[in-house]
């Protein structure tokens, strides 16, 4: 077919993401479209979802729909501002934090351009890089706890850069994804120091920054000023219960700021998702009760998943790395109870589930306990 050779390679043989089963296709698919209740904790979403007072507003601006949104985001961008402390020239908005990193690619690597991660890591920043034809070199971080280290990292880069070559891009997700493990503070400011002397660009994707609780670890908006190498990701997808609606925010030096916002297509932040920021900004105190829910049941977590004997990744996200020695078929027995996780080999890491950690005991109880079943019977049946 000649329409073929028309086609991007690059574009053509990328491996898509792949994202956690959604609940409708797991009703339709396992449950023949019955009434049943699915549990999903595949994609680390907020379960306490979007606060009542936010989505009575949100209907009513149902009502303004059929305009255009705000392109420029001016409302949303000056809220982002107070509430973060930073000049709006540092801030960009995206559909997702995914789409942002895909304008940061743009704008920055071209073909045979080096990146840098640890690995495992989120999956994007693989794909991002097959698609730019950059190369992606990766560190393997190490159990028992993958800690981000400076020193390690430092050490590979100056291989590297021993060898002739020359890393571009370094990328750390603090709390990783798929591990939940974190750099600290005192480790990152090691690395910027390094990286702004090499001129290497570092992207700190802080998805995750609300649950962490270590007395070491960063606020990578509070440094955007001081490190002009440096890009903060935060996204409204996890804490913020707005996973549905979109919404991921850039922090960066203006230049870098002012390319992905030439690059930004057109009204890319719709209207529901302008709005519903700017409310949950307003109302980030109602958010304090489910962040501290959500660590209070990963120590629960892990006190179950130490009594059953199961070996886990000590996490300071809101999921958890669980080792399964069969993952796939753990996954997809606990699927045949409702129960929706990640293998984790969809991360790139075998033997591992991925699990997202709800607020409500109940839902981590049901998941524990589907958990203990499928283990016994596979311990029972092997
Ligand atoms: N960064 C990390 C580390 C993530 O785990 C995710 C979501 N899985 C994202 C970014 C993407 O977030 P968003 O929903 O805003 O695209």
């Given at each position: 077919m000649w329409i073929k050779e028309y086609i991007d390679k690059r574009a053509y043989n990328l491996q898509r993401y792949k994202a956690g089963k959604p609940i409708e296709e797991i009703k339709r698919e396992i449950f023949g479209d019955k009434d049943v209740k699915i549990l999903k904790l595949a994609s680390n979403e907020n379960l306490a979802g979007v606060n009542r007072k936010i989505l009575k507003k949100l209907k009513k601006d149902l009502e303004n729909v059929h305009y255009y949104p705000d392109d420029s985001m001016y409302y949303l961008i000056d809220s982002l501002s107070k509430f973060y402390g930073i000049d709006s020239q540092h801030i960009s908005v995206g559909n997702g934090a995914v789409e942002l990193i895909r304008y940061i690619y743009q704008v920055l690597i071209k073909e045979g351009d080096v990146i840098f991660t640890p690995h495992p890591t989120f999956a994007i920043y693989y794909?991002?890089?097959?698609?730019?034809?950059?190369?992606?070199?990766?560190?393997?971080?190490?159990?028992?706890?993958?800690?981000?280290?400076?020193?390690?990292?430092?050490?590979?880069?100056?291989?590297?850069?021993?060898?002739?070559?020359?890393?571009?891009?370094?990328?750390?997700?603090?709390?990783?994804?798929?591990?939940?493990?974190?750099?600290?503070?005192?480790?990152?400011?090691?690395?910027?120091?390094?990286?702004?002397?090499?001129?290497?660009?570092?992207?700190?994707?802080?998805?995750?920054?609300?649950?962490?609780?270590?007395?070491?670890?960063?606020?990578?908006?509070?440094?955007?000023?001081?490190?002009?190498?440096?890009?903060?990701?935060?996204?409204?997808?996890?804490?913020?219960?707005?996973?549905?609606?979109?919404?991921?925010?850039?922090?960066?030096?203006?230049?870098?700021?002012?390319?992905?916002?030439?690059?930004?297509?057109?009204?890319?932040?719709?209207?529901?998702?302008?709005?519903?920021?700017?409310?949950?900004?307003?109302?980030?105190?109602?958010?304090?009760?489910?962040?501290?829910?959500?660590?209070?049941?990963?120590?629960?977590?892990?006190?179950?998943?130490?009594?059953?004997?199961?070996?886990?990744?000590?996490?300071?996200?809101?999921?958890?790395?669980?080792?399964?020695?069969?993952?796939?078929?753990?996954?997809?027995?606990?699927?045949?109870?409702?129960i929706i996780v990640r293998p984790a080999s969809d991360m790139n890491m075998g033997s591992y589930i991925r699990v997202t950690i709800s607020p409500y005991r109940d839902d981590n109880n049901l998941f524990l306990d589907a958990l203990k079943e499928v283990m016994c019977a596979r311990s029972s049946s092997g």
């Open positions: 794909i991002d890089s097959n698609l730019f034809g950059a190369k992606h070199l990766t560190y393997d971080l190490s159990s028992p706890n993958y800690d981000i280290k400076a020193s390690d990292m430092i050490e590979k880069i100056e291989l590297l850069h021993q060898k002739g070559i020359k890393v571009k891009l370094a990328v750390i997700c603090s709390p990783n994804n798929p591990t939940g493990s974190i750099i600290t503070n005192s480790d990152l400011l090691e690395f910027l120091d390094y990286t702004l002397k090499n001129r290497i660009v570092v992207i700190l994707d802080e998805a995750y920054f609300e649950f962490v609780d270590h007395y070491d670890y960063h606020d990578g908006v509070k440094l955007v000023k001081e490190y002009e190498n440096l890009i903060v990701l935060r996204t409204f997808s996890k804490v913020f219960s707005l996973a549905g609606l979109r919404i991921g925010v850039a922090f960066s030096n203006p230049y870098i700021i002012k390319a992905i916002n030439n690059v930004r297509l057109p009204f890319n932040v719709n209207y529901l998702a302008q709005r519903a920021v700017i409310y949950s900004l307003q109302n980030y105190k109602s958010l304090l009760k489910s962040i501290k829910r959500v660590v209070k049941e990963k120590y629960y977590i892990y006190q179950r998943l130490n009594e059953m004997g199961i070996e886990f990744i000590p996490t300071f996200a809101n999921f958890i790395a669980i080792k399964v020695e069969d993952h796939i078929k753990v996954y997809n027995d606990l699927l045949l109870k409702g």
